[in-house]
């Protein structure tokens, strides 16, 4: 398989690269200085894209390779990659769903005992000196907090398994109510947002889920609410979050990303009750790990026409 | 006139309680958070007398003990007060009150019971996700803009399927264990007595449960078994992919040897609420990404103050009342703690 032309849209994972390197002939996009000559120039070679949440394969791209086979994503969204472009053009896609459910999940928990224990603050006071006998800093109980997720897929399941575990109430918003599922649904997000303590964000993001935080949502929210974004950046109205939250509407939010990443507000940098990750939702040791030998085991099998493993389209 | 004098006298008939100096909930609601009309405070720390002249003045009136960790009762408290009945404590340590002194004079005592378990059980699990998932490191990392100029922040470590540990499976550790379940952990424990119920693996001793756990967990009192617990031969079985957590009291955990093992990366890293000399703290910490700190505030929600407040008036009035206490302690099992 080393002369299949494998293109890697940007820097992702070292043990990814260096086994695609070894199995393939890889070529690293972010380092190609003119993109489109080089398009042209292995546009017969090409016969794979290995995409992520930052970059994958639009239908520019798409065009540009005619002998692309497979894009095979390192996340499991699937928000940069061109679909329908895909489908037309019988190019299979494939993402890396359920290894980095649990990741994902115990970070939601993680910012939302952040933001309302205080986590981070705690730690900056301590670690400046100043803390002193007879100072307290009070903090918000999670125990029993109304929990409101936006999209009940498996990440969004996984979360509301976590939260019963500390007592809170569940309910969710999805694109279709969930029988199955023992929580309170609610037929539109401002419904949800009024009628929980924390809204979570995880759901795809797709043409009908951007920005759908907004305004009217964050004003249901309340001054009280605390919003958390494990989803994707264009999922939140980000200008008017950070209004809210520069202004005192909103209680606080957790975010691990961003509409531009890796741009974020730098109004939010001085607000103790905002807690900012870098895009850190599946970024631990042993996840990365799995989800890049889901992207080799795809590709491989793809490649001796074998089923794909996960595929999507 | 009259009725200044009755309402005087009135008040001169309600029952005593001392405070030696103010609990926590005073500096942050008021001194008037604990009041109720069925009994009156008497307030050591607004006296300009020494404390043992004070205790003398008011031996007779004084039947009851507000205390908190600031606030230790002794034995030589005690002694002076012949006619003290009842301690009640705005915490769920005891690490402060003389008990055994207690358990000889008949003096009931009262606790913060389980009020505070939730919060402390989440506090051991946010501080766990942040050392492992380095929440508040990355959270420092955007804040000061190096996301965008330094670009990707290195990787955590996943929570789930890890071993954890708990030291203690009384009410906070049960609390911890039934959370960290949801996560996918497997949970063991040693405690000083096995817990048939308990359907998690018991060790009979902290080194065995140390070597065999990724995340170790301190939810037990602090008595004089439990002083310096987790020592070098523990934290050496913990090994450099374990993780501790303490909740608990920072005496349990032999400090320096634990900030050396951090320092030359022995273990993985360590969320820590509580030290042996709070408020100091050792400067090395301070350098670590990979140890998280919280200013003894495990317990410190609004919610869980409204809970103490209502629990240790309930106790006071129900003990002038005649009425079993809302949550006594049970002084005949207790270890020691010598201070």
């Known amino acids: 398989m080393e002369s299949i032309g494998v293109l890697m849209a940007c820097p992702m994972n070292p043990y990814l690269e260096q086994e695609l390197h070894k199995r393939f002939n890889l070529h690293r996009f972010w380092k190609v200085p003119e993109k489109?000559?080089?398009?042209?120039?292995?546009?017969?070679?090409?016969?794979?894209?290995?995409?992520?949440?930052?970059?994958?394969?639009?239908?520019?791209?798409?065009?540009?390779?005619?002998?692309?086979?497979?894009?095979?994503?390192?996340?499991?969204?699937?928000?940069?990659?061109?679909?329908?472009?895909?489908?037309?053009?019988?190019?299979?896609?494939?993402?890396?769903?359920?290894?980095?459910?649990?990741?994902?999940?115990?970070?939601?928990?993680?910012?939302?005992?952040?933001?309302?224990?205080?986590?981070?603050?705690?730690?900056?006071?301590?670690?400046?000196?100043?803390?002193?006998?007879?100072?307290?800093?009070?903090?918000?109980?999670?125990?029993?907090?109304?929990?409101?997720?936006?999209?009940?897929?498996?990440?969004?399941?996984?979360?509301?398994?976590?939260?019963?575990?500390?007592?809170?109430?569940?309910?969710?918003?999805?694109?279709?109510?969930?029988?199955?599922?023992?929580?309170?649904?609610?037929?539109?997000?401002?419904?949800?947002?009024?009628?929980?303590?924390?809204?979570?964000?995880?759901?795809?993001?797709?043409?009908?889920?951007?920005?759908?935080i907004n305004r009217k949502v964050i004003d249901a929210m309340g001054p009280k609410g605390v919003l958390i974004n494990v989803g994707r950046g264009p999922h939140v109205d980000e200008p008017e979050l950070v209004s809210a939250l520069v202004e005192g509407r909103l209680g606080g939010a957790g975010l691990d990303v961003f509409e531009h990443e890796p741009e974020v507000p730098e109004e939010l940098f001085g607000l103790d009750n905002v807690v900012l990750l870098p895009h850190v939702g599946s970024g631990t040791v042993e996840t990365r790990k799995a989800m890049a030998d889901l992207v080799l085991g795809n590709l491989e099998a793809h490649f001796l026409k074998k089923p794909l493993l996960t595929p999507v389209v | 006139m009259a009725a200044e004098n009755q309402s005087q006298t009135s008040q001169s008939d309600l029952p005593c309680v001392l405070i030696l100096k103010p609990p926590p909930s005073f500096a942050l609601f008021g001194d008037h958070f604990l009041d109720s009309p069925k009994f009156q405070y008497l307030k050591a720390y607004e006296s300009p007398l020494p404390l043992s002249q004070f205790l003398h003045t008011h031996a007779q009136s004084v039947q009851a003990i507000l205390s908190s960790g600031g606030a230790p009762v002794t034995a030589d408290t005690i002694r002076l007060l012949p006619r003290l009945d009842l301690v009640v404590t705005t915490s769920q340590g005891l690490n402060h009150i003389d008990l055994s002194e207690c358990r000889c004079r008949g003096i009931a005592v009262a606790s913060a019971g389980t009020i505070f378990s939730a919060d402390c059980a989440d506090s051991v699990v946010g501080l766990l996700i942040d050392v492992l998932r380095k929440i508040s490191a990355a959270n420092r990392y955007v804040k000061q803009g190096l996301w965008s100029s330094q670009g990707v922040y290195p990787l955590g470590y996943k929570l789930g399927g890890k071993r954890v540990g708990i030291v203690g499976l009384g009410s906070i550790g049960t609390e911890v264990a039934k959370r960290l379940e949801a996560f996918g952990c497997s949970i063991s424990y040693n405690s000083r007595t096995k817990k048939p119920l308990a359907p998690y693996t018991f060790y009979p001793n902290v080194v065995q449960l140390a070597a065999n756990c990724d995340a170790l967990i301190i939810c037990c009192a602090l008595t004089d078994e439990t002083h310096h617990l987790i020592n070098k031969e523990v934290l050496s079985a913990l090994g450099k992919d374990g993780v501790i957590i303490n909740i608990a009291r920072g005496p349990i955990i032999d400090e320096k040897e634990l900030v050396r093992c951090l320092v030359k990366g022995e273990i993985r890293g360590a969320g820590l609420d509580v030290f042996e000399h709070e408020p100091d703290v050792p400067v090395e910490l301070f350098e670590l990404d990979n140890v998280v700190m919280s200013p003894h505030n495990a317990v410190f929600t609004w919610e869980s103050f409204e809970d103490l407040c209502k629990l240790v008036v309930g106790n006071f009035e129900a003990f002038f009342s005649n009425e079993p206490l809302l949550s006594p302690v049970a002084l005949d099992h207790l270890p020691q703690f010598s201070g």
């Open chain 1, 36 to 212: 489109s000559a080089f398009l042209t120039a292995h546009s017969n070679s090409i016969r794979a894209v290995v995409g992520n949440a930052s970059a994958g394969a639009d239908a520019n791209l798409i065009e540009a390779l005619p002998k692309l086979e497979i894009v095979a994503s390192f996340s499991v969204g699937l928000d940069k990659i061109d679909l329908a472009k895909c489908k037309e053009k019988g190019i299979r896609v494939t993402n890396t769903p359920d290894v980095l459910t649990e990741d994902v999940a115990d970070l939601a928990i993680a910012l939302m005992l952040a933001v309302l224990r205080k986590l981070c603050e705690s730690d900056r006071y301590v670690r400046s000196g100043k803390w002193k006998k007879g100072k307290y800093m009070l903090t918000t109980k999670f125990t029993g907090k109304r929990v409101g997720i936006i999209g009940l897929g498996r990440i969004g399941m996984a979360i509301a398994k976590r939260a019963e575990a500390f007592s809170c109430p569940i309910s969710y918003h999805s694109r279709t109510e969930k029988p199955e599922a023992k929580y309170k649904y609610y037929p539109n997000v401002v419904e949800l947002a009024a009628n929980c303590d924390i809204l979570v964000v995880a759901c795809s993001l797709t043409e009908e889920t951007r920005h759908i």
